[in-house]
């Protein structure tokens, strides 16, 4: 049984409305990344130095292989504000942080003073703001991708007169 122009249509129309959903919700979370770790950046406006005593440590699963746990870390700071001592730490762990800092080395952070544990670095920041970038081109190709194949798939069934 041969389907209908009609069905053909709605298939094809619902098919490429999901890529483009998809597309559209990796862009709209890479925005919201970007704009979040923007936000962070605004707030923190105190420039304060700060010593890393540690770091906070954390396994993450292999995307390849779950089994794989990898280590990743964050740098744990030390520093006085307002006459106050505060140690915090980043929610954004990367293997790479462990070369980045050094242990009993001093770092310029920017803190919220509202809020003196919440801090803004660059370095880790940069980490936040690349995965937002990665979220945000990965939404737009696929709708742009989407779009051309679209194009394509109906450039070709009306040629043929195949709707």
Not at 44 to 64: G, H, P
Not at 89 to 100: L, P
């Amino acid at each position: 049984m041969q389907e209908s122009k009609a069905g053909i249509i709605k298939r094809t129309i619902f098919t490429f409305s999901l890529f483009i959903l998809f597309g559209l919700i990796f862009t709209g979370l890479g925005y919201f990344i970007l704009a979040h770790s923007q936000n962070i950046k605004n707030v923190c406006s105190e420039e304060v130095v700060a010593i890393c005593t540690d770091f906070e440590s954390t396994y993450t699963n292999n995307a390849t292989n779950a089994r794989a746990k990898k280590l990743t870390y964050t740098p744990v700071f030390s520093y006085t504000y307002n006459g106050k001592d505060y140690v915090s730490w980043a929610n954004t762990y990367n293997k790479s942080f462990r070369r980045d800092f050094v242990i009993n080395e001093e770092y310029t952070i920017f803190i919220n003073p509202d809020n003196p544990k919440q801090f803004f670095n660059e370095t880790i920041n940069g980490q936040t703001k690349f995965l937002g970038f990665i979220f945000m081109g990965v939404g737009i190709f696929e709708i742009v991708l989407t779009i051309i194949i679209l194009i394509i798939v109906l450039k070709n069934r009306l040629k043929n007169n195949n709707f």
